[in-house]
């Protein structure tokens, strides 16, 4: 019987476009996810993101009989950290995708920033709120995507499921829309936990790895001295953004074989 990873996407991305990384992993693990978190009524986005958490650990409840390992891009990785601290007996373990704790000083100017409406200039929140949300076809949906930078250092395969399972066919004519909604994203951005890094100060309850982007700009200003103390020695860098899994999703499925292995 294999291992259970139960995955989290990132703030936006549905958790059908890391397929590719899905299916590299598939031969040694059952892999499980939400689709979208933050999508329930039951589970609003609220400041520090506790329904959200409960979300997950609703889901984990409900499907698995033993502990399973989270593994979590951005979001997803808070949230699945989050969840191991509330429910350490569910978990094996937690791998987390580019998703640096954030501590200390770093903490105190989050919260400053959240207060002051600045950490709207840190974060793509600003973006968020004015996104494209409609397309007519596939076609289009396609080349709006392919001719942005940031898009079209990502790996095809990735970027063909973005295009299926973040922006879905809605009208018989063909229209395609955001199946993340825009305004969950937004406060998704705005309710960044600023304590969470401080609960690890002596260590996690369950092990953890990381795993970064060498480019990544969220690892630069979050720094990673409080994620090494959690995850030790179980560290490891591919090269790419922070959307990394996206850019080299082979990659990332082999990194996370290899991270899951060190933690057991």
Same mark, same amino acid.
């Given at each position: 019987?294999?291992?259970?990873?139960? %995955?989290?996407?990132?703030?936006?991305?549905?958790?059908?476009?890391?397929?590719?990384?899905?299916?590299?992993?598939?031969?040694?693990?059952?892999?499980?996810?939400?689709?979208?978190?933050?999508?329930?009524?039951?589970?609003?986005?609220?400041?520090?993101?506790?329904?959200?958490?409960?979300?997950?650990?609703?889901?984990?409840?409900?499907?698995?009989?033993?502990?399973?390992?989270?593994?979590?891009?951005?979001?997803? /990785?808070?949230?699945?950290?989050?969840?191991?601290l509330?429910?350490?007996?569910?978990?094996?373990?937690?791998?987390?995708?580019?998703?640096?704790?954030?501590?200390?000083?770093?903490?105190?100017?989050?919260?400053?920033?959240q207060?002051?409406?600045?950490?709207?200039?840190?974060?793509?929140?600003?973006?968020?709120?004015?996104?494209?949300?409609?397309?007519?076809?596939?076609?289009?949906?396609?080349?709006?995507?392919?001719?942005?930078?940031?898009?079209?250092?990502?790996?095809?395969?990735?970027?063909?499921?973005?295009?299926?399972?973040?922006?879905?066919?809605?009208?018989?004519?063909?229209?395609?829309?955001?199946? %993340?909604?825009?305004?969950?994203?937004?406060?998704?951005?705005?309710?960044?936990?600023?304590? %969470?890094?401080?609960?690890?100060?002596? /260590?996690?309850?369950?092990?953890?790895?990381?795993?970064?982007?060498?480019?990544?700009?969220?690892?630069?200003?979050?720094?990673?001295?409080?994620?090494?103390?959690?995850?030790?020695e179980?560290?490891?860098?591919?090269?790419?953004?922070?959307l990394?899994?996206?850019e080299?999703?082979?990659?990332?499925?082999?990194?996370?074989?290899?991270?899951?292995?060190?933690?057991?």
């Amino acid at each position: 019987m294999k291992n259970i990873i139960h %995955f989290s996407h990132a703030n936006g991305f549905p958790a059908s476009v890391y397929r590719t990384i899905f299916a590299e992993l598939a031969d040694d693990y059952d892999v499980r996810f939400i689709e979208r978190i933050g999508h329930d009524a039951r589970y609003p986005v609220t400041r520090d993101w506790p329904h959200l958490v409960e979300e997950l650990l609703d889901d984990i409840g409900r499907n698995y009989e033993n502990p399973v390992w989270l593994v979590g891009h951005s979001l997803g /990785g808070y949230l699945s950290m989050m969840a191991a601290l509330r429910k350490p007996q569910w978990v094996r373990g937690v791998v987390m995708l580019d998703s640096p704790l954030i501590a200390g000083w770093r903490s105190n100017m989050l919260r400053v920033s959240q207060w002051t409406g600045l950490d709207e200039r840190l974060s793509p929140a600003a973006a968020t709120r004015t996104r494209r949300t409609r397309w007519a076809s596939r076609d289009e949906a396609w080349r709006h995507f392919h001719a942005k930078p940031a898009f079209a250092r990502w790996d095809e395969r990735v970027l063909s499921d973005y295009i299926d399972f973040g922006i879905p066919q809605v009208g018989s004519d063909g229209t395609r829309e955001l199946a %993340f909604d825009r305004q969950t994203e937004y406060r998704i951005y705005k309710t960044l936990p600023h304590t %969470f890094g401080s609960r690890l100060l002596r /260590g996690a309850p369950v092990p953890v790895g990381f795993i970064a982007g060498t480019r990544s700009r969220e690892v630069q200003q979050a720094g990673l001295h409080a994620t090494r103390r959690v995850a030790g020695e179980h560290l490891e860098w591919i090269e790419g953004s922070h959307l990394f899994p996206m850019e080299r999703p082979i990659e990332t499925a082999r990194a996370v074989q290899r991270m899951l292995r060190e933690l057991e």
